[in-house]
């Protein structure tokens, strides 16, 4: 079956970096649309980053020039590159993957909180 596993998160300062990992299996991960997003209690989950097959790249606007996504198909491994922290960014992180536009699988989610 389909796997996702994210890890990575943790408590960080303000202004400090994380870099997110999410492992897949079960899945033709080159094949996939890989992203990431996040959630805090109360509110839906909404979209941080995606990278296509060929790469290509979309942020949301909030995180634009603070994170990266990037992908690793050889490990089939989605990574996210978080910089310049901010409390705002608190929130339980989500990997998804989307193999055709109707499926979608997601992992069990990694908290990131910040907070001084």
């Known amino acids: 079956q389909v796997q996702l596993v994210e890890s990575g998160g943790g408590l960080v300062q303000p202004g400090g970096s994380l870099r997110l990992s999410c492992a897949g299996s079960g899945i033709i991960f080159r094949r996939c649309e890989m992203g990431w997003y996040r959630q805090v209690p109360g509110k839906q989950r909404e979209l941080v980053a995606t990278?296509?097959?060929?790469?290509?790249?979309n942020y949301d606007d909030s995180v634009k020039g603070r994170v990266t996504i990037s992908r690793d198909n050889a490990k089939n491994t989605v990574y996210l590159q978080m910089n310049g922290l901010k409390p705002e960014d608190t929130a339980v992180y989500y990997c998804?993957?989307?193999?055709?536009?109707?499926?979608?699988?997601w992992g069990q989610g990694t908290q990131v909180t910040i907070s001084s």
């Open positions: 998804n993957a989307r193999p055709t536009q109707a499926d979608s699988y």
């Open positions: 990278i296509t097959r060929s790469s290509i790249t």
